[in-house]
Structures are given as structure tokens and as C-alpha cells.
């Protein structure tokens, strides 16, 4: 897990989170302070709530489907 989860167009934080909910190395790049300020309370957050939606043992399900 030496990796590093590099997200260049961070927005509201949802790779940052996942990966911080993983255990990952992430890096996250945002340029409108408001989407900063939303991703660092997601961030936050993370820390309460280490649920993934659509995470499950292990393995991502698939997600808005009929399946």
C-alpha cells in the first residue's frame, strides 16, 4: 500500500474519502476554495463513518443496476 491515489480535479472529495476509508496514500488537487472546504469536512467525516457505498468484504458491487 505504498501507493499514492493521485486525484488532479478533487471536487467535493469522494476519491480522497474513499481512499482515506481504504487506508490509502491520497493526494488531492482542487482549485475552488468552496469544493476545498466541502471536501475537508468529507474528510472529516471519513473518520466517524468508514463505510463505502457499494464496498463489501473486500470487493466493490455494481452499483444502479437491474442486476
Known amino acids: 500500500?505504498?501507493?499514492i491515489?493521485?486525484?488532479?480535479?478533487?471536487?467535493?472529495?469522494?476519491?480522497?474519502v474513499t481512499a482515506k476509508k481504504l487506508g490509502r496514500h491520497y493526494l488531492s488537487?482542487?482549485?475552488n476554495?468552496?469544493?476545498c472546504i466541502w471536501a475537508q469536512q468529507r474528510?472529516?467525516?471519513a473518520d466517524e463513518d468508514k463505510t463505502i457505498q457499494g464496498?463489501?468484504?473486500g470487493f466493490f458491487t455494481?452499483?444502479?443496476?437491474d442486476k
Request: proline letters at 6%.
Open 1 to 3: 500500500k505504498g501507493d
Open 5 to 16: 491515489v493521485f486525484d488532479p480535479f478533487g471536487g467535493s472529495g469522494t476519491t480522497a
Open 29 to 31: 488537487v482542487e482549485k
Open 33 to 35: 476554495p468552496r469544493y
Open 43 to 45: 474528510l472529516i467525516s
Open 55 to 57: 464496498y463489501e468484504n
Open 62 to 65: 455494481e452499483r444502479n443496476s
